[in-house]
């Protein structure tokens, strides 16, 4: 017969009856974790997709910018902007297909919104969430997948979805340690722990244990660049992505 302390179970976030977690890991749990390393959060919800997103590709190329780096250096013909919705399975790079109507820093949007919830009045927070992170580098993931746990790290320019949050490092210097992390079998295995459903979310992402170890990361961020760069550049091998040149093949 097997015993447990019932306690134990209180220290697991969500309290999930879990009685086969080892004690070290239920010691991980009372130590750092994601939201001591980074902001986690929920992004935007247009009101209306079929309106406000398109796929790269459907859009007049001169009125696409994939590379806005801050909202004060826009133009009127940066009309389109890159956009995180998830995906398909994807790790450390790519599903870089959506792009959202974000002309005059999201006017057209915002002024929808307060025409539907008149209620908000200025306070746009519910809907456009976490504003103050658009168009900055990050780390974002797949938000419902029946699958394996995936992240991916994009650059400055884009915006983010309630479907595919987005996670900011407080230290840039270790975003490589952290996504290298999200994407290990021990924290996929830990998220179905924590989180047996397929909804990835922001509060869920933030409660992942860390492990901090600065003797690994020389080379941790070593290991993580190569799969950056091997993903990046599987990705703009095809025509699916803006950065396509040229199959690899031809």
Known sequence: MYTTTQNNFTKIPGQPISYWVSENLIHLFQKETIADYGFAGIGMRTGNNEKFLRRWFEVDAGLFNPNLKNIDSQTNSDKWLPYNKGGEFRRFYGNNEYIVNWQNNGNEIKKETKKKYPQLGDNLGWKISNEKYYLKSGITWTGVST????????????????????????????????????????????????????????????????????????????????????????????????????????
Do not use: M
């Open 147 to 250: 699958g394996k746990f995936n992240a991916r790290k994009y650059p400055n320019g884009f915006l983010f979805d309630s479907g595919a949050n987005g996670l900011f490092c407080y230290d840039k210097s270790k975003e490589n340690y952290i996504l290298g992390l999200l994407n290990t079998k021990a924290i996929n295995w830990i998220l179905q722990l924590i989180n047996p459903t397929i909804n990835y979310g922001a509060g869920t992402i933030r409660k992942i244990p860390v492990v901090y170890n600065e003797d690994f990361k020389t080379k941790i961020d070593e290991i993580v660049n190569i799969l950056y760069s091997g993903a990046h550049h599987n990705w703009d091998n095809y025509e699916t992505s803006w950065d396509f040149k040229s199959h690899p093949l031809i």
